[in-house]
């Protein structure tokens, strides 16, 4: 409604603005038109009255002074030309010194004589007036031309423009109040329609799958309105039954994926503790020197994974989040160094801009974060001819940097959205549960993961953690 009054208004005003337009130039047209015939009239009336021949040679002599006499009765000034187009008599004597106005244009004399009743009007514009002169020929008493006579006409749109001016303003208010009453019968209207849709949305914004939902009920409905009653009603019956369907399911699938979970991790350290035993088990002599030392490094490794499982089997047993976060100040470069020694690939590369970086984090958690991109970043590079991984360490204001890159097979466009979703996986085998764990364990630290990757190039995840946890 309140569009439809602003577009009327719009219409209107362009409406009224072209016909005033029209209104005034045909009132200019008929003005100059009756101006004409009245100059004329007069100029036949000196013709009968003169003693001189009716001819162009004479319409000097015959238009001496009674040329100024028609202008003064008339208001209005004219020139009068030769069948030549050259000024022979001007009502203001000045003009006769303007060199330009001597001569009528070729143009002016063609459409003069092609015109049906011998008459041709031309249109200007001076000092931002419209400007119009109209010629039409002198003829003696036996209708033969004996001149041109030339009234120039300048349109005055003053006073037109002025009750416009007026005509809007009175036309303005009236739409000013036509678009109040519009406003506010909308309102009233739209209320009225929307009061029960308003009912219908407030108990569709309290629906919750997590508690019993009410229906709705409303007196006296229009038909419209009852019909979405009764299909929302519906919908509260088949959502109740749909959510019992579903909390027993989640509950259900909440176990199978705690179950896949807790393989997966406890999965993790058995891993690098047989590569470690085998390690030691073929690099033992005991008649080396530092064997001792080895040992110790050995059985340190053994240890940290097996505290791990330890971890993770509490976890499990008290329904906990995996593992309990224990934080501590510690070395992240030195825990690094320690996760990294797990593994036997002489490609692995290790790189820290200081010696000591000292973070709050859990040492345990920290390990099967770099563990877990470092095994993936292994599985992918076994196609690769000279394959290379290279582990980072650095410290950024109040962040710790952790990154893992290889030239391996990379990720493909289409799997970067799903990479860090649980049970995905592009490998054969395991649970897909390795990233996914890797990314809560890092946004439980407020810290995050990004990873940047070139199919057949290579592959750099980006860990980020703050140095104090909160």
Request: proline share 4%.
């Amino acid at each position: 409604m309140i569009l439809l009054v602003v577009i009327a208004s719009v219409l209107i005003s362009g409406v009224t603005i072209y016909q005033y337009r029209e209104q005034l130039d045909d009132y200019h047209d008929i003005r100059l038109e009756r101006k004409e015939e009245q100059i004329k009239q007069s100029i036949n009336y000196v013709l009968k009255k003169t003693t001189y021949p009716q001819t162009t040679e004479n319409l000097p002599m015959i238009f001496k002074n009674e040329i100024y006499e028609i202008a003064d009765v008339q208001n209005v000034y004219f020139n009068i030309y030769d069948l030549e187009g050259g000024l022979i008599r001007s009502s203001r004597p000045k003009f006769e010194m303007d060199s330009i106005s001597n001569c009528l244009d070729a143009e002016v004399l063609n459409n003069l004589d092609t015109s049906a009743n011998h008459r041709y009007v031309e249109e200007n514009t001076a000092a931002g007036d419209k400007y119009k002169a109209s010629y039409t020929y002198i003829n003696d008493s036996k209708f033969k031309p004996i001149g041109i006579l030339n009234l120039p006409y300048f349109e005055d749109p003053s006073f037109n423009d002025m009750e416009l001016r007026e005509f809007f303003i009175r036309l303005g208010w009236v739409y000013f109040f036509m678009l109040l009453s519009a406003i506010g019968l909308a309102y009233f209207i739209s209320k009225y329609i929307t009061r029960s849709l308003q009912t219908i949305s407030d108990m569709m914004h309290k629906t919750d799958l997590t508690k019993r939902n009410e229906k709705i009920f409303i007196e006296d409905p229009s038909e419209e309105i009852g019909k979405l009653v009764d299909s929302y009603n519906e919908m509260i019956d088949e959502l109740g039954a749909s959510a019992a369907k579903l909390a027993r399911s989640e509950r259900e699938q909440a176990w199978r994926e705690m179950a896949k979970q807790v393989a997966h991790e406890i999965k993790n350290p058995l891993t690098p503790m047989r590569l470690s035993v085998q390690s030691f088990q073929r690099k033992f002599d005991p008649n080396d020197p530092e064997i001792d030392k080895k040992v110790t490094e050995y059985s340190k490794t053994l240890i940290q994974q097996i505290d791990t499982m330890s971890n993770i089997a509490s976890a499990f047993s008290n329904f906990a989040e995996m593992p309990a976060q224990q934080n501590e100040t510690l070395n992240v470069v030195t825990i690094v160094k320690l996760a990294l020694d797990i593994f036997t690939e002489k490609y692995i590369h290790f790189i820290a801009d200081e010696e000591v970086i000292i973070a709050k984090l859990d040492r345990t958690q920290l390990i099967r974060v770099v563990t877990n991109l470092v095994k993936n970043a292994i599985q992918a590079v076994p196609e690769v001819e000279s394959p290379r991984i290279l582990v980072t360490v650095a410290s950024e204001g109040n962040e710790v940097k952790i990154s893992v890159a290889d030239n391996g097979i990379g990720i493909e466009d289409g799997f970067r959205d799903k990479i860090f979703e649980p049970k995905f996986t592009t490998k054969s085998s395991g649970m897909g549960l390795g990233l996914g764990m890797v990314k809560n364990i890092v946004e439980t630290y407020k810290g995050s993961i990004s990873f940047t990757s070139h199919p057949g190039k290579g592959t750099v995840f980006m860990v980020c953690f703050p140095r104090e946890h909160q």
